[in-house]
C-alpha cells in the first residue's frame, strides 16, 4: 500500500480498547499537491499508550516507505485552510464537474470548428488547383490560336 516516497495522510486517532492502545485510522491520500483520494478499507496504525492523545482528533501523518510515523500534526488548521481557500468561494465537487463539462463541450466544439476549417482550407485548396489548371489551359490555347493564326497568316 505504502509507495517509495513519504506519503502524507489524513487520519484519525482512536483508542483500542482491547489492546488499551490508540491507534491511527488511514481516512486519505495525498496523490499529489492538490489531489488526495479517499482510502476505502480499514487501515490501522498502532500508536502505543500515550496519555497525549485524544480520541476521534483529526491528524496529517507522514509515513515513511516502511511505513514508519515521521510526523504527526493537528489537522485543524489544514482543514480551516481548505474551507477558507476552497470552500468559501463555492468550489463545490457541483461546481467542479460542471466546470469539467463546460471544458469537455468546449473541447469538442473546438475540435469540430478545426476540423471544419481544415475541410475547408482543402476545398479551397482544391478550388484553387482547378483555377490554376485551367488557366494552364486558357493559356495552352491561346498560345496554340496564336501559332494557328500564325500559320495561317503566312500561308
Excluded: C
Excluded at 14 to 25: A, E, G, P, S, V
Excluded at 65 to 89: C, K, Q
Amino acid at each position: 500500500m505504502i509507495t517509495e516516497k513519504n506519503m502524507l495522510y489524513l487520519a484519525q486517532i482512536h483508542k483500542n480498547d482491547f489492546l488499551q492502545q490508540y491507534q491511527l485510522r488511514l481516512l486519505a491520500r495525498q496523490e499529489d499537491d492538490y489531489v488526495w483520494s479517499t482510502i476505502s478499507e480499514e487501515t490501522l496504525i498502532l500508536l502505543g499508550k500515550e496519555s497525549k492523545l485524544t480520541e476521534n482528533v483529526l491528524v496529517l501523518v507522514k509515513l515513511s516507505p516502511e511505513g514508519d510515523i515521521e510526523s504527526m500534526e493537528d489537522a485543524t488548521n489544514w482543514i480551516l485552510d481548505m474551507v477558507e481557500n476552497y470552500l468559501t468561494v463555492g468550489v463545490t465537487p457541483e461546481f467542479l464537474k460542471q466546470e469539467a463539462e463546460n471544458a469537455e463541450q468546449w473541447r469538442q466544439s473546438l475540435t469540430l470548428q478545426n476540423q471544419d476549417l481544415s475541410r475547408r482550407t482543402l476545398e479551397l485548396e482544391a478550388r484553387r488547383e482547378k483555377i490554376k489548371a485551367l488557366e494552364e489551359s486558357l493559356t495552352k490555347d491561346q498560345s496554340n490560336d496564336n501559332q494557328s493564326n500564325d500559320h495561317q497568316n503566312e500561308t
